[in-house]
């Protein structure tokens, strides 16, 4: 039997079949058939693992101890769905598939009812599968509760969304919780070719070429019904092209950049992540910030993202580059900057290019100053060099038995008893008694530190 030739029910109740036949998508065609076919979840696929216990349980006792409720988390096209299908078809249960998009609690119940009077005649288990559980209801979550409970069906729910937010404690507490990792570059390749080779795919009537398949890796991000959509596409294109040009023809058709291009209306960006391109636009765009060009910083950022350039990573350049080249000239252009990281991996791609492209207008625009950074890095060279020198008496800690015998703590002055909040005692070693690391400019906010930090130094160098 065909792997998804297994009885399911729609999200309303009506029985479909769900067939991989040649006239299904590639995505669907090439689902795995059994969990040794899974890309990149090998952390959740060791023997004796929870997942394999409630694929394939040996004995009776096996499957009783298989969890009851499952919630899988991980981000988009990283096998969910496929897992979710192999947890029925591995075990000879039947399947249910319910949208969280389009039920409601009436089709819930109606599920839940028809697996208790199957399993009260000696009928098959029943696997109910939620995608999209994030976005039930917590009412129609709590109609779950009973079923989970009393393993009336075995629940496999599937999120975007991080659970702790978006599913209901009770439910949560009563599931347990497998984390999908993205899946790699690496692992979306092999997905491909397999894909291209299998003759569940498209069985080697198409070869790809080197730059295509780069391209279509890249432009997945870790996606594989992604790059199995845009494959398909492309070999369709390609193989259609072909027979307009020759007669039946013989031998596979390349599917080149040209055609990959074509099939997705989008033009590849040379841009090679792990090449010297990725560190020249990288390079490019961090300048660009610091040097204000905000023009030239948007056409950086549109360059990565269009290469499929991780957003996390773009994030982390605007976090430093913020420390780095705003600095207090602006502060707040780092709380920008690392609220656009937490952003980013809310609401993820493509929505994201438009925080990220918030933050580097914000920093691009901003006023500059690195005298934070160069004040860091003048201390760390003063204390690599050795010139630490003991911590002043009066600034010990005096806390412990026998501290004050030792000094320590004595003619201690406390900031907030002073006039102004600012004690005249000495503070550095007395080797660097007068040096100093932080310098403020004149632009921005740093004037107004600046200003300030003429009347501190003041005060703290009287006698």
Do not use: C
Request: glycine share 10%; aromatic share 4%; net charge negative.
């Amino acid at each position: 039997m065909d792997l998804f030739d297994t009885a399911t029910t729609g999200t309303h109740g009506t029985p479909v079949t769900a067939r991989s036949g040649p006239s299904a998508p590639l995505a669907v065609r090439m689902r795995p058939a059994s969990l040794d076919e899974v890309t990149g979840q090998g952390h959740l696929l060791v023997a004796g693992s929870p997942l394999r216990r409630l694929v394939g349980p040996a004995d009776e006792s096996a499957r009783r101890a298989a969890p009851g409720s499952v919630i899988l988390w991980g981000p988009p096209g990283v096998g969910k769905t496929t897992l979710a299908y192999l947890v029925a078809t591995g075990s000879g249960r039947r399947f249910v598939e319910l949208s969280a998009v389009t039920a409601g609690v009436k089709d819930v119940r109606q599920v839940i009812e028809d697996a208790r009077r199957r399993l009260a005649t000696g009928g098959e288990e029943t696997v109910l599968f939620i995608d999209e559980v994030h976005r039930f209801s917590k009412a129609q979550q709590d109609a779950l509760l009973p079923s989970v409970e009393n393993r009336w069906v075995t629940l496999v729910a599937a999120t975007t969304e991080n659970p702790s937010f978006s599913v209901n404690s009770p439910l949560l507490s009563r599931s347990l919780l497998l984390t999908l990792r993205p899946l790699g570059a690496d692992d979306v390749r092999d997905l491909v070719r397999r894909a291209v080779a299998d003759e569940r795919g498209l069985g080697a009537t198409v070869v790809l070429a080197d730059d295509a398949e780069d391209q279509l890796v890249r432009m997945a991000q870790g996606d594989a019904r992604k790059a199995l959509t845009v494959l398909e596409a492309a070999a369709g294109a390609a193989l259609s092209d072909a027979r307009e040009e020759r007669d039946g023809g013989s031998g596979p058709v390349t599917v080149d950049l040209a055609t990959v291009e074509r099939a997705v209306d989008v033009a590849a960006v040379r841009y090679d992540r792990d090449g010297d391109q990725h560190y020249d636009v990288v390079s490019a765009f961090i300048k660009s910030i610091r040097g204000s060009d905000v023009d030239a910083a948007l056409h950086y950022l549109a360059r990565m993202v269009a290469a499929g350039e991780d957003p996390r990573f773009i994030a982390r350049r605007l976090v430093i580059s913020a420390a780095e080249d705003v600095g207090m000239a602006d502060p707040s252009a780092l709380q920008t900057a690392v609220a656009a990281a937490q952003a980013v991996q809310l609401v993820g791609m493509p929505e994201g290019r438009i925080v990220l492209a918030e933050a580097v207008v914000h920093l691009a625009t901003a006023p500059k100053s690195n005298r934070a950074y160069a004040g860091i890095g003048a201390a760390l060279a003063d204390v690599t060099a050795g010139r630490v020198g003991a911590v002043p008496p009066h600034l010990r800690d005096a806390h412990y038995a026998g501290a004050k015998q030792l000094g320590h703590g004595k003619g201690y002055a406390y900031s907030h008893d002073e006039p102004q909040g600012v004690a005249a005692q000495q503070y550095l070693p007395d080797e660097l008694v007068g040096q100093r690391y932080y310098e403020p400019t004149d632009r921005g906010f740093e004037r107004q530190v600046g200003e300030r930090l003429a009347r501190i130094r003041e005060i703290l160098e009287r006698p």
